[in-house]
């Protein structure tokens, strides 16, 4: 599939997963994929503290942060600005209340600390002031594409199902609104789609697959396809005949041990991604894993281009 058209298909991506299986990072090279079809992309980080930053080269700010995009290549189409977001529900609090005209009182009560008290009496209230702040900015316009780079799974399925949950616990009113205007965006596939992100491995690969059906049958939320992050590059050679190398036999038996570690790994991987797509009709774009300390701008750009392979490499979309 042409990536022009694929960062097209949606206004908002929420990129969601297990704790730590790369969202942060697969949500950056979404917005950076993105960014080097043209688009403009906000991407948006939920858990308040910015740790996406680092990955495009810049340091964190509070608020929102232009990110300095690269320049495109000779013959290349030109590159979109990213800008990077960071909110907590507080803040989204505060922001709803002066969107919706509140003065004086209510504005001083959210900012001494009545959110908390508003957030145990309903359930999901947190959930949905960011939910409502991602819409307002898919309402503003500002940017062609939202990434948002969502809290971990077990809290993601808590995210997405906040809506219905105050909808029906508020029957009336401005927050029964809210609740299904966020509703109406969360299930419109041509403004939002859900990016489930995970790796090569037996528990993330069960959690991922019944996250999948959650998100769909109970938020009615469409999935775009699955990110698997963190890949074993295929290597060649690992089948070498050892016995005709110029080697010492101690160096002969770590090399061995080596290449059957790593082709065993490999096939453990395998036997996941196969299972993956088996259990679970959805397309898959690969991630390699990259080894190194931290996952900068070079980094971003691997993460980037494979990315961009992936999704050429995707059937073209029936509709
Ligand atoms: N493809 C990769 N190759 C190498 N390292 C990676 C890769 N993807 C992620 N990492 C590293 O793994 C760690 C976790 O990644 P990341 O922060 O994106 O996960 P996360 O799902 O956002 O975690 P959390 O749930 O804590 O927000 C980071 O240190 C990151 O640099
Ligand atoms: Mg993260």
């Given at each position: 599939m042409?990536p022009?058209?694929f960062?097209?298909?949606?206004?908002?991506?929420?990129?969601?997963?297990?704790?730590?299986v790369?969202?942060?990072?697969s949500?950056?090279a979404?917005?950076s994929?993105a960014?080097?079809?043209?688009?403009s992309?906000?991407?948006?980080e939920?858990?308040g503290?910015s740790?996406s930053a680092?990955?495009?080269?810049?340091?964190?700010?509070?608020y929102?942060?232009?990110?300095?995009?690269?320049?495109a290549?000779?013959g290349?189409p030109?590159r979109?600005?990213?800008a990077?977001r960071s909110?907590?529900?507080?803040?989204a609090?505060?922001?709803?209340?002066?969107?919706h005209g509140f003065?004086?009182?209510?504005t001083?009560?959210a900012?001494s600390?009545v959110l908390?008290?508003?957030?145990?009496a309903t359930?999901?209230?947190k959930?949905?002031?960011?939910?409502?702040r991602?819409?307002?900015?898919e309402s503003e316009g500002?940017?062609?594409l939202?990434?948002?780079?969502?809290?971990a799974a077990?809290?993601?399925i808590g995210f997405?199902?906040?809506?219905?949950g105050v909808?029906?616990?508020?029957r009336?009113?401005?927050?029964?609104r809210?609740?299904?205007e966020i509703l109406?965006?969360?299930?419109d596939?041509?403004?939002c789609?859900v990016v489930l992100?995970t790796?090569?491995?037996e528990?993330?690969?069960?959690?991922?697959i019944?996250t999948?059906?959650a998100?769909?049958?109970?938020?009615?939320?469409?999935?775009?396809?699955?990110?698997v992050n963190s890949?074993?590059p295929?290597v060649s050679?690992l089948d070498?005949?050892l016995a005709?190398?110029?080697?010492s036999?101690m160096?002969?038996?770590?090399?061995?041990?080596?290449a059957?570690?790593?082709a065993?790994?490999?096939?453990?991987?395998?036997?996941?991604?196969?299972r993956?797509?088996?259990d679970l009709?959805l397309?898959?774009?690969?991630l390699?894993?990259l080894?190194?300390t931290?996952i900068g701008?070079?980094?971003?750009?691997?993460l980037t281009?494979?990315?961009l392979?992936?999704?050429e490499?995707?059937?073209?979309a029936d509709s």
């Amino acid at each position: 599939m042409d990536p022009g058209r694929f960062f097209a298909s949606s206004r908002v991506l929420i990129v969601a997963g297990k704790g730590g299986v790369g969202k942060t990072v697969s949500a950056a090279a979404i917005a950076s994929a993105a960014s080097k079809t043209g688009r403009s992309v906000l991407l948006v980080e939920v858990a308040g503290r910015s740790a996406s930053a680092p990955i495009f080269g810049v340091e964190p700010q509070g608020y929102e942060q232009v990110i300095a995009v690269h320049e495109a290549e000779e013959g290349d189409p030109p590159r979109g600005r990213i800008a990077l977001r960071s909110i907590t529900p507080d803040q989204a609090l505060l922001e709803w209340i002066a969107a919706h005209g509140f003065k004086g009182l209510v504005t001083r009560m959210a900012s001494s600390g009545v959110l908390e008290v508003i957030a145990t009496a309903t359930p999901g209230v947190k959930d949905l002031l960011v939910l409502g702040r991602i819409k307002a900015f898919e309402s503003e316009g500002a940017f062609d594409l939202i990434v948002v780079d969502a809290p971990a799974a077990g809290h993601a399925i808590g995210f997405l199902r906040s809506p219905t949950g105050v909808r029906d616990a508020a029957r009336t009113g401005t927050i029964h609104r809210q609740a299904v205007e966020i509703l109406d965006l969360i299930s419109d596939p041509a403004r939002c789609q859900v990016v489930l992100v995970t790796i090569p491995e037996e528990t993330p690969v069960n959690e991922l697959i019944e996250t999948s059906f959650a998100v769909e049958d109970e938020v009615g939320v469409r999935l775009g396809p699955v990110v698997v992050n963190s890949v074993l590059p295929a290597v060649s050679g690992l089948d070498i005949d050892l016995a005709s190398l110029d080697v010492s036999d101690m160096e002969r038996a770590a090399l061995q041990t080596a290449a059957t570690f790593r082709a065993g790994r490999t096939a453990l991987q395998d036997e996941q991604l196969a299972r993956l797509g088996a259990d679970l009709p959805l397309d898959q774009l690969h991630l390699p894993q990259l080894f190194g300390t931290t996952i900068g701008t070079a980094e971003l750009e691997v993460l980037t281009d494979a990315l961009l392979a992936g999704i050429e490499a995707l059937p073209e979309a029936d509709s």
